[in-house]
């Protein structure tokens, strides 16, 4: 799972690091680069139109196999595209196909984690699965913002890619799961579609999809940090090595504890602790001063809770699902949840070149916490009523959990 998620977040940590620091210094304001950005990972959102391709036809190995090419691809075309803001619309739509094509490469690795992995250790799963998408957002931002500004762009997209395809050998080692066609694609899709109202009719699955489109704990600042680095005084080197590199470890470090937290202490305590975590977090990040070391210190403690967060929500996701139409269920749901990010991108590139970066990780923080009381009472109410199950069964019925 570690190695398998890694093409997308390279191609992610392209479009969220490298990309807005090389923006702003060839003349794009804030606000324009983070809707670019936007943009892109808004690619996220829609990644319910094409789950029910990848469950209706072929293996998962073949998905996995196109999308990475197809991944590849679009990364080495946004390097021959020039950084000039009469650019902005086509780089706004080569930068979202590209994300388009890296989702491709994620439906698979989710129907390989329902299928295969057993309940009691998909914390853990869930925790290696984040610890890989962070990490090598952290390569694709870092090592390609330095290849782009020691060398040239299409070198970083030329070495971003053989890094990716060398990743994804790791596949080799799994056995597929092929698509097995018994009924008609009427019927298949007629099945589907009963399966999901089934899912959707459960109080925890409802619960949960508003749980997950609020604003707690996005980790949105990491589309940020190289774009409003000048704030802290902060040179390219430092916020090559910082929202890299760096970053993009101490995240895995999180993901990783995530994943233990979350088997350990269970998914709600998970979810809405590092909510509170990285509110807490945030707001210190704002109120300390604004210097270089600060920059450091702050980006890496935001990653280490961005981790945290990422595992339990992959983990909550995983939780509701259970193990039928797994793509489908898991693109819908994780494309609510990623509405919030690009909500919350464009909110703060906003805040930041309306208030400055002080007021926007403030609003961040405040609306996190604000959130994370509103869903405890909640929570704690649906308990009361025995609405909140022990796990959730593949034919989306549910044990009560009476504690």
């Not at 390097?79 to 780089?91: E, G, M, Q, V, Y």
């Not at 309940?119 to 957002?137: H, V």
């Not at 305590?269 to 975590?277: C, P, T």
């Not at 992959?314 to 193990?323: E, L, N, S």
Request: positive net charge; charged residues 10%; glycine residues 10%.
């Amino acid at each position: 799972m570690f190695f398998l998620i890694m093409p997308m977040g390279i191609s992610q940590g392209f479009v969220t690091v490298a990309l807005p620091f090389l923006l702003t210094r060839n003349g794009f304001p804030v606000a324009l680069t983070a809707g670019i950005v936007a943009i892109g990972i808004s690619a996220n959102l829609w990644r319910f139109v094409w789950g029910p391709i990848v469950d209706l036809s072929l293996s998962l190995h073949k998905w996995y196999w196109l999308g990475l090419l197809a991944c590849v691809a679009s990364l080495l075309i946004l390097s021959f595209i020039p950084f000039t803001l009469k650019d902005a619309p086509l780089l706004s739509a080569v930068v979202f196909v590209s994300q388009v094509t890296a989702t491709f490469t994620v439906l698979p690795v989710n129907g390989f984690m329902a299928k295969r992995i057993k309940e009691n250790r998909k914390g853990r799963a869930s925790g290696w699965y984040q610890a890989g998408s962070l990490a090598s957002t952290g390569l694709g931002g870092g090592a390609g913002l330095w290849l782009a500004t020691h060398y040239n762009l299409k070198l970083a997209s030329i070495v971003l890619g053989i890094a990716s395809l060398l990743f994804a050998m790791v596949i080799l080692l799994i056995k597929d799961i092929p698509h097995v066609k018994e009924q008609t694609l009427a019927q298949e899709i007629k099945g589907m579609g009963k399966d999901m109202l089934s899912m959707i009719k459960l109080p925890v699955a409802l619960f949960v999809m508003i749980l997950i489109v609020m604003p707690i704990g996005t980790g949105a600042m990491a589309n940020l940090w190289s774009a409003v680095a000048k704030d802290w005084n902060t040179d390219a080197d430092t916020v090559v090595l910082v929202t890299g590199l760096l970053c993009g470890g101490v995240s895995a470090i999180g993901c990783l504890a995530g994943g233990v937290i979350t088997d350990r202490w269970g998914v709600w305590n998970a979810y809405l602790g590092s909510g509170v975590v990285c509110a807490l977090v945030t707001i210190l990040i704002a109120v300390f001063p604004y210097y270089p070391a600060t920059y450091i210190v702050g980006v890496l403690a935001y990653g280490l809770c961005t981790g945290l967060m990422y595992t339990a929500f992959t983990a909550i996701i995983f939780f509701v699902i259970g193990k039928k139409n797994v793509a489908t269920k898991y693109s819908l749901m994780s494309s609510l949840g990623n509405l919030p990010v690009v909500y919350m991108t464009t909110f703060n590139g906003w805040t930041h070149d309306m208030f400055g970066s002080r007021y926007m990780l403030s609003a961040e923080a405040i609306a996190g916490l604000i959130f994370v009381i509103i869903f405890f009472l909640i929570l704690k109410r649906m308990r009361k009523n025995n609405l909140i199950p022990v796990v959730v069964e593949s034919n989306n019925q549910f044990v009560a959990d009476k504690n």
